[in-house]
């Protein structure tokens, strides 16, 4: 019996989030989110040192840290074989493509965008 309540108060909230998200509103849309999955963790993450034991609690060696990881991810040096580039196929250019879209064809796209409903 209560499972079938439970089932019953899912498809109505599962209802009200679908006709919120029609009708685009968005406040409804979130506030429905909230009370299924309750409220969003707004906690901090912890940071550790690169040898993952050592915690950092200062907000100056936390920023150091996120640095140092950013600039190791962003700076790797990779080892590539330029001859794969051969083995890619090649295709003719399409010029048209780089010329800027007319005003009706702008205008298309516009009226698509208006009627995705």
């Known amino acids: 019996m209560q499972?079938?309540?439970?089932?019953?108060?899912?498809?109505?909230?599962?209802e009200l989030l679908q006709l919120a998200a029609d009708h685009h509103d968005m406040k409804a849309f979130c506030d429905g989110l909230k009370a299924?999955?309750?409220?969003?963790?707004?906690?901090?993450?912890?940071?550790?040192?690169?040898?993952?034991?050592?915690?950092?609690?200062?907000?100056a060696g936390i920023l150091s840290r996120w640095a140092d990881h950013f600039h190791s991810v962003l700076n790797q040096t990779i080892a590539f074989d330029p001859?794969?580039?051969?083995?890619?196929?090649?295709?003719?250019?399409?010029?048209?493509?780089?010329?800027?879209?007319?005003?009706?064809e702008v205008q298309r796209a516009i009226n698509l965008v208006k009627h995705e409903d």
């Open 83 to 104: 001859s794969v580039l051969s083995e890619l196929p090649t295709w003719d250019t399409k010029y048209e493509l780089m010329l800027p879209p007319d005003k009706n």
């Open 36 to 59: 299924v999955y309750g409220p969003r963790d707004t906690g901090s993450i912890l940071v550790r040192l690169k040898d993952g034991k050592t915690l950092i609690t200062d907000h």
């Open 3 to 14: 499972q079938c309540q439970e089932k019953t108060q899912a498809n109505e909230r599962a």
